[in-house]
């Protein structure tokens, strides 16, 4: 949460190394080719050694993310105080004011059509979100620990005036 | 080769177009021209369908002449789905510049049919225009399966069951395996039909809302099937490209892609990934049944590795030290690769949940898609046009061309992806008329890159027209 420069960097990262990775292999030796045999032979010994490196990382990495996913069911909520969100073209009902360092659930729904619920943190920072749907309600566990005013904007297309469809409250 | 021909020029045509759209758009949300928050909304539901769909026609154009080359097609048939794409965006245009429909193509019920500002009629064209491009779309899927089916004699041969179960039987058989590119084929119309069918069966429930408001729909269902057929069909437009590679890259470098176990089963991945991957768009409808939120991510994460260990690997394994030489053909497949990777890299990292958080309907989706698309799918039709032009011509492009070529789409693309990458990051809304800061900065910068990639594209154009009048002046071929 709030985590997006982190992604930005780590996707940087990966991003360099692939377009470096394939850059060496395109123009490493190109002056001087081999026979199709000769690459195929140390490319097929690297690509077991590369699907096996792939398979891990893949499933450490679904490992390493489950115990963070934000859903109700994989978040500790029990006694938490339930707050009522209704979203409607174009604007957000819900309280003005919430209290800090209490365990919260948002109750999202929408009166009209899908709606986005994203609250932004003091800083800016995108902090959580969870859809807002007509017939459903999301239920979004959240704790705040950091007081000031907490932007909240739209984050599913929604019409005409999506762009414009904020609110926010405190947290004090 | 008409076909081909006429698919994929009409494809670029509608891209160069929609180019035009869009930078006006980014221009929109930099503050540099002014557009009312309604046209821009139209404008973007334009640009949307009509890229996507012009990848597709120029996608197919190429699969199309590749299932051709090995079995015969009846061109008619394709002639007829293409007079469905006409009329599809014929409709939707109409929808759009006369109606003003400002929904977007991924609209989720209850839109377009609540809070809008436009006529009921521009919502059914709009309906009724993307409902014919699917059919023309299916149509091509079912025609090239059809003949794979009845040519491989089965599914289980098509997607070669008995060369992976039995090679020793099947290659003392003197049987040979589905070429790669037949692979792409079958894979995609599969895939194709089953998107299709998604998209057509929530188009159907909507077009009876439209009939009779009477009608209703269950929002999340619409959502679930609005996804699948808009995720399967943005992410065919690639594996309808990627059978270039297996054709074009041998030609650049003079060696041979063969099919092998792992190339078959890394396709059978990308059957099933390519239809269950959708899920990571509904992460934050966490109404959702738990074990697809699951499913989602494992799966989005496992849709990679046929594609870095098989295909992207491999057509480097046919680059590597073979002399190939760069030309505007085999720079753009290369660099192609080099946007599935990047592109697909920042879609790993929205498909892994926590961080969906923080980028969900932020800029750093279209950020992903739009590398995927303009440095991913746009880069392989054009490197399939221009291997293809310089083989008939029997010349390539001079040193000065490629840079121009090479600083604009490559250069100026990456300015134009990093300004999506760095404001999503920041959390800047996708689909903002007005967006927040800082994302206006970015979007003056994107215009930028997006207005070099337009001067690449034009000096491309240019050196294609001069490649093919080559050919028809001095070639025999």
Known sequence: ?172 | MKIMWTYIVAGLTIFGLMLLVGIGLRASQAGWIPIDTGTFYSLLSLHGVGMITAMAIAGLGLLWYLVDREIHLDERVAMLAFAFFAIGVVVVIVSVVFGHYGALWTMLYPLPFVGTTWPSWATGAWLLGVAAVMLGFMLICAQILGAILRSSGGLGSALGLDYVFGRKAFEAAGKHPPSPQMLAATVVSIDGLIGGASGLLVGIAMIAHWLDPHVVIDPLWAKNLTYQFGHTFANLTMYMAVAGIYVALPICTKRAYHSSIPLVVAWWGTLVFVIIAYFHHLYMDFVQWPAVQYIGEISSYLAAVPVVVVTVFGGLMLIHRSGMKWTLGSMFFFAGMIGWIVGGSAAILDATIPFNVDLHNTLWVPAHFHTYLLEGVFLFILGWVFVSLEQRAEAASSALVRWIVGLGIFGGGALFLLSFYVAGAAGVPRRYAVEPAPGPFWAGIATVGALLVLVGVLAALVEGIRLARMRAVGSTV
């Open chain 1, 1 to 172: 949460m709030g985590d997006g420069l982190l992604v930005l960097r780590i996707f940087f990262v990966v991003a360099a190394i692939a377009i470096a990775a394939m850059l060496f292999v395109a123009l490493y030796g190109a002056k001087k080719p081999l026979p199709q045999s000769v690459v195929n032979d140390a490319g097929y010994r690297i690509r077991k050694l590369w699907l096996g490196l792939v398979l891990v990382v893949a499933v450490v990495a679904f490992a390493l993310t489950v115990p963070f996913f934000p859903y109700p069911w994989a978040q500790a909520s029990v006694g938490a105080r339930h707050i009522e969100v209704t979203a409607a073209q174009y604007a957000f009902v819900m309280p003005a004011v919430l209290p800090a360092d209490v365990p919260l659930v948002f109750d999202v729904t929408s009166q009209d059509v899908n709606h986005g619920f994203g609250i932004y943190a003091p800083d800016g920072t995108l902090f959580a979100q969870v859809q807002a749907m007509p017939d459903y309600i999301n239920h979004l566990p959240i704790e705040f620990h950091v007081k000031g005013h907490y932007v909240v904007r739209c984050l599913e297309f929604c019409g005409i005036g999506h762009a414009y469809m904020h609110g926010g409250f405190d947290v004090r």
